[in-house]
């Protein structure tokens, strides 16, 4: 059974940083991050392989920076110049052969 633990989300002011992280229970190949509005779709943030390929929404990049470490089968979400319409819960996300897996989720919060 693979366990996603999440870590990092909190309360920051519009232009300000957050840094989330995410430990996994074994190692995994593709590790990433979604985020979900009230009401909204579960939308992909970005991803990260284990050869450290990444992928980014249009609506992050050049903001966010994902990156990871194996050793500690840990992935971050480095978050810069954050906005108001970054609040929302994200979720750690990893894909396996069987099954999608997801962290509990942590709220991040952008005030202007």
């Known amino acids: 059974q693979v366990q996603l633990v999440e870590s990092g989300g909190g309360l920051v002011q519009a232009g300000g940083s957050l840094r989330l992280s995410c430990a996994a229970s074994?190692?995994?190949?593709?590790m990433g991050w979604y985020r979900q509005a009230p009401g909204k779709q579960r939308e992909l943030v970005a991803t990260?392989?284990?050869?450290?390929?990444?992928n980014y929404a249009d609506s992050v990049k050049g903001r966010f920076t994902i990156s990871r470490d194996n050793g500690k089968n840990t992935v971050y979400l480095q978050m810069n110049s954050l906005k108001p319409e970054d609040t929302t819960v994200y979720y750690c996300?990893?894909?396996?052969?069987?099954?999608?897996?997801w962290g509990q989720g942590t709220q991040v919060t952008v005030s202007s």
């Open positions: 996300y990893a894909p396996t052969w069987n099954r999608n897996y």
């Open positions: 074994v190692n995994l190949n593709t």
């Open positions: 990260i392989t284990s050869g450290g390929s990444t």
